[in-house]
């Protein structure tokens, strides 16, 4: 099985060269599944459902860093991901949204 990953931001490239504004702070996606949740009254998700979210659960984790929401990279409570470009803005100070807009 093939996991072709496509990320889209809301701004590309040009826009950004051709802002007078500073960038904004890093947005935050949220992608998830609510798991199997239906199979108790009879209506599982397909085996290809659960492999599908297996594979893409292992590459983020591969891929990318989990970090905390907010405060400090080393701090406590790591929940989301951050990928490499991601994180390398982070690093050099660049802002994280807190929520998804």
């Known amino acids: 099985m093939t996991l072709n990953l496509q990320l889209v931001t809301k701004r ?6 051709n802002s007078q504004q500073a960038p904004s702070a890093i947005g935050l996606s949220n ?12 209506k599982a998700a397909k085996a290809e459902t659960e492999r599908f979210w ?3 659960r292992r590459f983020v984790a591969s891929h990318a860093t989990k970090i905390p929401r907010t ?6 409570d790591c929940e989301i991901y951050a990928f490499p470009a991601a994180l390398d803005e982070i690093r050099n100070g660049r802002a994280r949204a807190a929520n998804p807009e």
């Open 54 to 56: 297996k594979i893409l």
């Open 71 to 76: 405060g400090s990279l080393d701090g406590p």
């Open 31 to 42: 992608v998830r599944w609510i798991g199997n949740r239906y199979k108790i009254i009879g």
């Open 12 to 17: 590309n490239q040009s826009d950004h060269a």
